[in-house]
Structures are given as structure tokens and as C-alpha cells.
């Protein structure tokens, strides 16, 4: 008997017992995770249980009696798996967002568990001999277009990761798996503790230049840590204000060396010799799979294929890049010589700041009233329903929550509900930094189910402080849009089979990029721009004055975005692993011309894309690749006069949105565009030379 079916025959005392992390969701919604009950301690067990009822479910399809069919093996796997699924869901809302010393010690002894497991699974030889004789007979058994699609892609992936491979060559890659999740969770936590530190300041003469609702931040942060006075917490959404406004150049260096060196100072947290095992485990696992490297290996199931082919992308666009670095250092120099000051990389934002009041007679603390966060918030629902029909009506407060400031959403379309969207908007110790978007539960129609998508939008604003609202500056409204795009998409889903759901990782990006571009359009900004204290909407003279500066600085944070992508690729496009990350950084970056004024987006020692997981890794170029497609998508937009028209973006939707992985995504992006994209097109968006 499956434990599913000994499930069936328990009394209803004995369910009762099963800890609420395990049972299955209820309330409305389809059921919702039951943030309310979960005790962390379940966990383990939890963990053991799950597990157990997965195997009995991957038995039992490995035993059925009958002939092999597409139904018995191919649907039978695409339904199985829930209870694991759920779990997954309440763990990675744990381990991200409300992270603690004792989630940490859960994940350390449970995750290489957890890799094993799946591993064994995914090598069974039982089970890919079954797909096997499905994907050999595939023409002759009546499979639509979807179905066959699914099986190649099972099959693929079943043999890129290793069925093909001999026992004892099976048993190396579970090996290696298990030992990359051990250093993957030792990278977490040593970065983690490092962004868990502050920067104390106790004069508030060195508070010189911070503005007043950024000063009540520091001060709130101060005093959740049981401090005196104010405090920068050592994360990118409370250093990035300190460095464009600190008047104090040598606070300014202490907190940007603290930021730029997490991982990296030689104690307990560093990270550079954890990076150097995952590398050397990275490149024996491609070896054995048949990949000469782990570049290879990840972008085998990418749009871009080929390490070369992405590469060729990155430095189409580096050259333009850094020649405009060095024209922004060039003006930022001509001011920071009355201050007898040579720019350094701390200075460069504080600087760049000065330049563009002195070219647009813009200051970016004039904006930011204008940017309270509700509003944004309002504006990108508003947005959503323009464009695809989508209505948003919060109902925080009824279904449960795992944090207190954790809003929600009921999402519909054409009157019928298609999602609930989780906004966890704010940092607090314990969450990861960055920002993020992720699903509870994702659409799909198989086994008559149509499920309601749970989605949830993490981001690490700093909060205003007590009766003052959220005040962000544009790039971080960029990054609300961006990460809601990712939920747009997710939102959108129309899909019968849950393994055609995931996207190439090069087209992940594709969505939340695009949704960017309707921030700073005239209907967003004159609707939703609005002081906080007086509600007058943001002046035409202001607005103007933003666009003229839209291309401002792109050569910096181009530059920054680049550098990281190129060391990434450069790091894992090469048969001999990298064994000093630090003097590869160092050379690499002097190797390609990185000026010295600049650090990147995220040094190695800190480089979670890469080193937390797999994710990322060999594939942080997918971000440029990506606003490739967003650029000339754009243009799409543009070219019709109307930014808003239904037409152009129902297209984009029901083509590019609603179908995940259900056909290859550059066929469907050539469907929705006529041709390929053009990187003509994001050349312009960033001001750069095009060659026209």
C-alpha cells in the first residue's frame, strides 16, 4: 500500500496529528500555507515524512502492472509530488525571508539530505527506462504538440543530469550534489552573518548630507538592535543612500569598505575558499555528465545554448560601457577637484549625484517625496489592469500571513479569481538581501485542476519611520515593477502540464524587465507621483527634468551589472576550477579593463546568483540578455504611439506570459515580433552608440 493510500485510511485522530506544515491547505483560494500554525521545529520531521510519501509515490508508478504509457509514467509524475511541493513552499519562505541560528541549523543538516534524495530519484535507472521507451516510440503514440514537447524535455533532462551514466559514475554526481549543498548553505550563512552587522554611528555631526527620512531609518535600525543612536546595516538598501549623500568622505569609505568586503575579510565568514570547492565540484560534475565545462553543462537548456554565443552578447555592449565610465568620471572629477578629492569608488555615487543636479538640476532626494511607497504599490496594480485586464483588491488581514507587515492581494481577471499576491516589502534581520519573487502555488490545468496562483514579491526597502510613510528613490520603484513583473507573468499562466511551467533561465528575466518601462510613463507619474505631505502631483518641470536624465549614469551601472556577468561567465567557461577566487577577480577585472573607479554589482565573495545555488551560475548574463528581448519589446510598444494599447499587450500576454515553457521561447518570441530581437535597441535605451 502507497502512503498515499495508507493517508486515505487513517482515522481522523490520527491525521489530526500530522504537524500543520504537512496538511494540506484549506481556506479560501484553494487553500492558502498556514503561516499561522507552523512551528519550526516540524521541520525536520517534516522533512523525513515528505520524503517517505514522495518514494511511495515514485514506487508505485515504477510498479504499475499494466504496459508502459505516456499516461502511467509521463502524468502520473506531473501529479505527483504535492505534499513535497507544499512543503518547499514553507521552507523557502523560511530560509529567505525569516532566516534564524535555528533555521540555519535545520538547513545545514537537511538540505544535503534533501539533494541526495532527489538525486537518487532523477538517476533511477527504472524510471528512465520507462520514459526512454516512451521518448523511442513518441511517433506513434498519439501525442499532441504539448505532450511530446513534455516528453523530450523529461527525457533530455533526465539524460543531460546523468541517466545515461553507469552505477558507479551515478553514485559520483549524487556524491558531488550532496557536497554542493553543504558549501551552498556555508556560503549562505557566512554572508548572511556579514549583512547582519551595522555600522554604528554615535555623533550626529556624522550624519552630515543624510536626509531626514533616511536619518529616521538609521535611527529605527539603531533601536531594533537594541542601540543608541543610528545604525547602516551592512545591505544594499541601506549603504546605497548613505553613499550618495554622506558628506563625510571618510564614513562614506568605512561603510562602503564594510558593504564591498562582505565575505572577504579572512575570518569565520569568509567565503573565498568555499567558492573555490563549489568551483572544483561544479567542474567535476560536467566532466562526468560530458560537458567540457559548467558553463556548458547550465546553458545547455538556455536560448542563448553556448557560453560563446552570450559572451559575444556581454561584450558587444562593454566597450560602450566603459567609454561612457570614463566620460561620468570625467565630469565627476571636474567638481570633485574643488574638494582636492581624486574619485574613488566610494566617492562615485556621491559624485554622480552632484553631476546630475549640475547637467539636469536634478536632485534625487527632490524626487524621492514624490515616491511613497503605497503609491507605487497602487501604480503598478493600476498599470497591470491597463495592460492585461488584472484588478487587484487587498484583503490583508484574511488569510494568514508569515510576517505582520505582509500584505495581500485577491487578483481577477474577467471576474473570475486567478490569484492571491503575497508584498513583503520590507528588511529585517533574517531576511535575505536583494529582492525577489516566488510561488506558493503555480497555475496548472492537469488532472482538472486550474490552480489559484499564489505569489509573492520580496523586497528589502528600508521603512520610514514611526507616522512617516516609505519614501524610495527610482531605481528602487524600478525594482518594485521589475519583481512584479516577475509576478505578472506567473499570474498569467494558462498551462495544462506543471513540467512545461519553467522557463529558460535567459527568459526568466524577460518579463519583470519589460514591466519596467511603464514607471516613468506620463499616465504613472501624473496619477501616482504625488508629495506625501501636501498630495500635489509631481511638477511637469521635475518630470522633464527626469527625462532628460534617462540615460544618466547608465555607463556605471552597466559597468556594475557587466563586470559581475563577464567574471561569472569567464569563472565558469573553463576546464582547470579556479582555486584563488580573490587573484581571479583582481586579474580578470584588470584583464578586460575594469576601471578603477568601480566595484562590481556583486564581488564573488558575496555573490549569492552564483554560490548560494546553483541558479544563476553561468547564467548572469540572462539579465542583459533578457533586456535585449525587453528593449525591442518595447519598441513594439512605442511604435504603435501608445504605450497602452491592448492589442500589442494582449499579444504579449496570451503569447509570451500565458505559455511558459509549452513551446521554445525564441520561436515564440520571433511569433510575437515578427524576427529576432534587435540589440540596437537596448544600445539606445542605455544612450549608447549604435552604429546607425
Known sequence: MTAVAEAKDMKPTQMAQEPAILQEWTGAYDGVPPWDKIKIADFPAAFQAAMDESKAEFEAILAKPEAISFANTITAAELSGEKIGRLFSIWGVYSSNLSSPEIR?????????????????????????????????????GLDAKQTRLLERTYNSLVRNGALLDSAKKAQVISIETELSKKFSAFSEKVLADEETFIPITQEADLAGLPESYVASLQAAAKARGQNGWAVVNTRSAVQPFLENSTRRDLREKVWHAFTMRGDNRNANDTNATIAEILTLRQQRAEILGFPTHAHYRMADTMAKDPDKAMELMMKVWPAATARVKEEVADMQAIANADNIIIAPWDYRFYAEKVRKAKYDLDQEAIKPYFQLDNMVAAMFDAAGKLYGMTFTENTGTVPVFEPKVRTFEVQRDGKVIGLFYLDNFARAGKRSG???????????????????????????????????????????????????HAIHYLNY??????????????????????????????????????????????????????????????????????????????????????????????????????????MRHRLPQFNHLFADDGYSAGYYSYLWSETMDADTWAAFTEKGDVWDKTTAERFRSMLLATGNETDRIEAYRAFRGRDPDVKYIMKKRGFPTGE
Open 105 to 141: 541549523k535545520i538547513q545545514a543538516e537537511w538540505e544535503p539530505k534533501l539533494s541526495a534524495f532527489f538525486s537518487e530519484q532523477a538517476l533511477d535507472a527504472r524510471f528512465f527506462q520507462r520514459v526512454k521507451y516512451l521518448y523511442d516510440q513518441r511517433a506513434t503514440l
Open 435 to 485: 529582492a525577489w519573487m516566488t510561488t506558493y502555488r503555480s497555475q496548472h490545468a492537469l488532472g482538472g485542476k486550474n490552480n489559484i496562483v499564489l505569489a509573492s514579491n520580496n523586497n528589502n526597502f528600508v521603512p520610514g519611520a514611526d507616522g512617516v510613510p516609505t519614501l524610495i528613490s527610482i531605481d528602487d520603484a524600478s525594482t518594485l515593477f521589475h519583481e512584479f513583473g
Open 494 to 599: 494558462d498551462i495544462t502540464w506543471p513540467g512545461l511551467g519553467g522557463t529558460p533561465r535567459d527568459f526568466v528575466e524577460y518579463p519583470s524587465q519589460v514591466n519596467e518601462n511603464w514607471l516613468l510613463t506620463p499616465y504613472i507619474l501624473n496619477t501616482y507621483a504625488k508629495h506625501y505631505k501636501t498630495g500635489a502631483p509631481i511638477p511637469a518641470a521635475l518630470v522633464e527634468k527626469i527625462r532628460a536624465s534617462d540615460t544618466f549614469n547608465q555607463g556605471f551601472s552597466t559597468v556594475e551589472y557587466l563586470s559581475s556577468a563577464i567574471l561569472d561567465m569567464k569563472l565558469h567557461n573553463r576546464s582547470a576550477p579556479v582555486a584563488d577566487p580573490a587573484a581571479f577577480e583582481r586579474d580578470t577585472l584588470a584583464e578586460i579593463g575594469m576601471p578603477k573607479e568601480m566595484v
